[in-house]
């Protein structure tokens, strides 16, 4: 049902399909078992503000499992404010939400946008972060000369 509701949904969504996403998405937040379907529906409805309040509250849950942060890397890539997104997570206290940044800024750095020395910047940071959850994968980002 959620992938079903989940393909119906964006910018131009008709009320019905917006309130019974609404609905179920109450419902799953309190199933710490679909955690993941409540992502991925919810990355349909919320904007980037909503979702890094989501990463924040999963992080404070500690919900943010594998599962979970395979549905959050997924609606970070496909967030429209990939930059906005990242400022919002580069210094959150939890490595899992500081990788979803990292996430974020290589989505930001895609090829319309590329890599400036402002992101090249931000990526040194996350290289030279304390946690190997967010330094490892950093290590491996090399943005083009």
Same mark, same amino acid.
């Given at each position: %049902? =959620? ?8 910018? $131009? ?10 609905? +179920?998405?109450? !419902? ?5 078992? !679909?955690?993941?379907? $409540? ?6 409805? *919320?904007? $980037?503000?909503? +979702?890094?309040?989501? +990463?924040?509250?999963?992080? =404070? ?7 979970? %942060?395979?549905?959050?890397? !997924? ?6 404010? #990939? ?11 939890? #490595? ?9 800024? =290589? ?7 590329? *890599? ?26 090399? #943005?083009?000369?």
């Amino acid at each position: %049902m =959620v992938s079903a509701l989940a393909a119906r949904l964006g910018p $131009y969504s008709s009320s019905p399909h917006l309130q019974v996403a609404e609905d +179920l998405l109450l !419902a799953l937040r309190g199933d710490e078992a !679909a955690t993941s379907l $409540y992502l991925q529906l919810g990355t349909r409805v *919320w904007g $980037y503000p909503k +979702l890094v309040a989501v +990463l924040s509250d999963l992080s =404070v849950r500690d919900l943010l499992h594998f599962d979970a %942060m395979e549905a959050a890397l !997924a609606a970070v890539r496909a967030s429209p404010h #990939p930059d906005l997104l990242e400022a919002s997570l580069t210094s959150h206290s939890d #490595p899992r939400v500081r990788r979803l940044g990292l996430a974020a800024l =290589v989505h930001a750095a895609g090829p319309k946008e590329g *890599w400036t020395k402002d992101r090249r910047s931000r990526l040194s940071r996350y290289q030279r972060d304390p946690s190997i959850a967010v330094s490892g994968p950093a290590s491996f980002v090399l #943005p083009p000369e």
